[in-house]
């Protein structure tokens, strides 16, 4: 049985203090850890956090980075030092916290989708190497690691396939630098869903694992036997994350383009795709 968590952007945005509220109510459902979605690690006690676990018997692997449009290694000088101040402060706060790796399109941010000429992608890719290498020496150091995201074509211009974020690590060159793939991106970005898990092979730690319309993963057209299978494949020691969103976390639906109701509630997707996933 695979490690399976829950991210906290379903049912909160900005996370405070007051979020680890839901830590309780996760291990209830029988999740075996939260993922951390975290916009402003400055405003967060990271000791709480560390104590709400424990007491919620509850594990913490990854903290998924929010990268707004102040925070881009592949923007103006500004939006680079941002992104950079806020990508060591989640790996300072995941340090106290116990959790092992920083998670996201750390590379650029989300909503950045334009027409970019190849010239101006290979000087952009120049850029953000040189950050993330920095980033990943910095996670190295702290015995953490950091995982490249792809995402969707209207979400990013800069890494939509496995294929390109195994190129972007492989140009950093750090052990420290793996892979995170997501069903609801590969839905729409790759051809065959298995073959992109294969090629990331054992660089591959964790699948956020939702349906093809960030619904209920199991209630949508996707193949996930082939999924089963891809992963058994590669002798997968990542984790499974129910990633998805809704409308009544406003901040957060509005970035991910949420408008209507996927499935009835947040704990549905939450409850049934938990109760899917432990099946396949």
């Known amino acids: 049985m695979y490690t399976i968590g829950i991210n906290t952007f379903l049912f909160t945005s900005p996370f405070t203090n007051e979020s680890v509220k839901w830590?309780?109510?996760?291990?209830?459902?029988?999740f075996d850890t939260v993922e951390i979605g975290l916009e402003?690690?400055?405003?967060?006690?990271p000791q709480l956090v560390k104590k709400a676990l424990t007491d919620a018997n509850l594990g913490c692997k990854t903290v998924c980075a929010a990268m707004g449009p102040d925070r881009d290694f592949r923007g103006d000088e500004e939006q680079q030092q941002t992104a950079m101040t806020y990508l060591k402060a989640l790996l300072d706060f995941m340090e106290i916290i116990g959790a092992e790796m920083l998670v996201g399109p750390l590379y650029s941010s989300v909503g950045r989708a334009e027409a970019t000429p190849k010239e101006v992608y290979k000087e952009q890719e120049k850029t953000v190497v040189g950050h993330l290498k920095e980033?990943?020496?910095y996670a190295a150091?702290?015995?953490?690691?950091i995982a490249l995201e792809p995402l969707n074509r209207f979400e990013t211009d800069f890494i939509n396939t496995a294929d390109q974020a195994i190129h972007l690590a492989d140009l950093v060159g750090n052990d420290a630098v793996r892979l995170h793939l997501d069903t609801f991106h590969m839905n729409i970005e790759e051809k065959f869903q298995a073959e992109a898990i294969r090629k990331a092979g054992s660089r591959l730690e964790l699948l956020h694992s939702c349906g093809c319309d960030r619904g209920i993963p199991g209630n949508d057209h996707i193949d996930w036997a082939s999924i089963?299978?891809?992963?058994?494949?590669?002798d997968f020691k990542g984790q499974l994350v129910i990633e998805s969103f809704t409308p009544e976390v406003k901040a957060i639906a509005k970035a991910a383009a949420i408008w209507r109701d996927i499935e009835p509630s947040g704990e549905d997707i939450a409850v049934k795709g938990l109760a899917f996933l432990k099946t396949v």
């Open 135 to 137: 980033l990943a020496a």
């Open 40 to 45: 402003e690690p400055w405003n967060v006690d």
């Open 141 to 145: 150091g702290k015995g953490l690691k």
């Open 228 to 234: 089963r299978q891809a992963l058994k494949d590669i």
């Open 23 to 30: 830590f309780s109510k996760f291990a209830e459902w029988g």
